[in-house]
C-alpha cells in the first residue's frame, strides 16, 4: 500500500533552525513534493525533489533520499510567520493526471 | 500565472440539501482536476479525479452517486454534494493540472478553498 509519514507536530524557537522527516512506502515514485498549509487555507508549494540531494531555496531546503524512501524540509532562521502545517506528497507515477498522495502534515508552533 | 479559484469559499447548508462547488483554473487549461477533502487537523484526502469530457475517478470510499463530479471544460470542474448531512461538513479543495506540463516542480495548482458546514 502507500503509506507516508511525518511527525504530527514540531515546536522551535525563532531563529532556529528545524528538520522536518518525511518517509514514504509507495508503488512507484515520480517526484516528492512538499506544501505549507496555513490553517483554513490552501496548500502552497514549497519544493520539489526527483534526484537524490538538496535543493536549495531561500531559507527553505529539502533533500531526498530515494534508496531510503527519505525526505526532510529544513527550516532556517525560522519566523513566527512559517507557523503552519508543513506537508509532504508523493507523486507515484509519470503519467499524466496523476495525483499526489499526502502525508498527514506536520504542524509546525514558532514560538519568540 | 497557474491560478486556480473555488466558489463558493465557504458555504452553510441544512441537512438534505446539495450544494456545488466550482474549481476553475483562470489562466491555464487543465485536463485533470483533482478533488480532496479534509477534515480538521488530518491532511488531504483524495476524492476522485476529474478528466475534461470523461467520467470521474473515483477514490474507494468515496461514494460517485453523492458526490457528483462535473468536468465540461478545459477550465471548470465542479463537485456536487448531494443530500448533505452534518458528517460531509469538511474544507473541500480542488487542484488543477495545466494542459502542458509547466515547469515539472509544480504541476499541480491547489485552490483555495470551500469550507461546507452542513447543519
Known amino acids: 500500500g502507500q503509506n507516508i509519514d511525518q511527525p504530527t507536530e514540531m515546536t522551535a524557537t525563532e531563529g532556529a533552525i528545524v528538520q522536518i522527516n518525511c518517509t514514504y512506502q509507495?508503488?512507484?515514485?515520480?517526484?516528492l513534493f512538499w506544501y505549507q498549509q496555513h490553517a483554513g487555507e490552501a496548500p502552497t508549494f514549497l519544493s520539489y525533489?526527483?534526484?537524490?540531494g538538496l535543493e536549495e531555496k531561500g531559507r527553505f531546503s529539502s533533500f531526498l533520499s530515494r534508496s531510503k524512501g527519505y525526505s526532510y524540509l529544513l527550516l532556517k532562521e525560522l519566523q513566527m510567520k512559517d507557523s503552519a502545517s508543513y506537508l509532504c506528497?508523493?507523486?507515484?507515477?509519470?503519467?499524466?493526471?496523476?495525483?499526489?498522495?499526502f502525508g498527514k502534515g506536520t504542524t509546525l508552533s514558532v514560538s519568540s | 500565472g497557474a491560478v486556480v479559484s473555488q466558489h463558493p469559499s465557504w458555504v452553510i447548508c441544512k441537512s438534505g440539501t446539495s450544494v456545488k462547488i466550482e474549481c476553475r483554473s483562470l489562466?491555464?487549461?487543465?485536463?485533470?482536476m483533482f478533488w480532496y477533502r479534509q477534515f480538521p487537523k488530518q491532511s488531504l484526502m483524495l476524492m476522485a479525479t476529474?478528466?475534461?469530457?470523461?467520467?470521474?475517478?473515483?477514490e474507494q470510499g468515496v461514494e460517485k452517486d453523492k458526490f457528483l463530479i462535473n468536468h465540461a471544460s478545459l477550465t471548470l470542474s465542479t463537485l456536487t454534494v448531494t443530500s448533505a448531512h452534518p458528517e460531509d461538513s469538511s474544507f473541500y479543495i480542488c487542484?488543477?493540472?495545466?494542459?502542458?506540463?509547466?515547469?515539472?516542480?509544480?504541476?499541480?495548482?491547489f485552490g483555495p478553498g470551500t469550507r461546507l458546514t452542513v447543519l
Open positions: 476529474s478528466n475534461e469530457g470523461s467520467k470521474a475517478t473515483y
Open positions: 487542484s488543477a493540472s495545466p494542459l502542458r506540463d509547466l515547469p515539472s516542480t509544480d504541476t499541480q495548482y
Open positions: 509507495t508503488s512507484g515514485f515520480n517526484g
Open positions: 489562466d491555464f487549461q487543465a485536463t485533470t
Open positions: 506528497a508523493v507523486r507515484d507515477s509519470n503519467q499524466a493526471g496523476t495525483a499526489l498522495i
Open positions: 525533489n526527483v534526484l537524490d
